[in-house]
């Protein structure tokens, strides 16, 4: 089970992401409504995963990744982000945060990004087995 920590200024999305997370199994340590309270948050409940909203009023998502980044190197941040912040999603990637998820955020989205930062938490999906032909090889 992974602590996590939700960051996102909209109360409807930090709801929606806490059922989604404890409907996989996890526990969600703490719920912050801007990069402040991230950073703050991050500091005292020290969470296996956060996820954080890019645009917020007070501090920005990627202003907060890079706060949290130079505290603990190991952070693994995945950005909620929606159409047409490719370019943000960029410099948070290049900020140190491991992944992103794009809204509408919906369970299978979640557990696949949880699954590609924490192995052991990758779902399984028939859909990912192939065959190769020895010619192919």
């Known amino acids: 089970m992974l602590k996590v920590l939700i960051v996102d200024d909209s109360l409807i999305i930090r709801k929606k992401i806490t059922k ?3 409907k ?3 526990e969600v340590v703490y719920a912050a409504k801007n990069g402040n309270e991230a950073i ?3 500091k005292e409940h020290q969470p ?6 890019i645009t917020m009023p007070d501090m920005d998502g990627i202003t907060a990744v890079k706060h949290i980044m130079s505290e603990d190197k190991n952070a693994k941040i995945i950005m909620v982000t929606s159409h047409g912040q490719e370019d ?8 140190g945060a491991v992944g ?4 509408p955020i919906s ?11 924490f192995i052991e938490y990758a779902v399984k999906n028939d859909d990912d087995e192939f065959d ?6």
Do not use: C, P
Not at 48 to 53: A, E, N, W
Not at 88 to 95: E, H, L, N, P
Not at 107 to 117: H, L, T
């Open 24 to 26: 996989l199994g996890h």
């Open 100 to 103: 992103y998820i794009l809204k």
């Open 40 to 42: 703050e948050g991050y």
């Open 107 to 117: 369970e299978d989205k979640m557990a696949q990004s949880i699954g590609e930062v």
């Open 48 to 53: 296996d995963l956060v996820t954080m909203d």
């Open 132 to 137: 190769l032909n020895e010619d192919e090889l």
């Open 88 to 95: 943000m999603v960029i410099k948070s990637i290049q900020s």
């Open 20 to 22: 989604i997370i404890e």
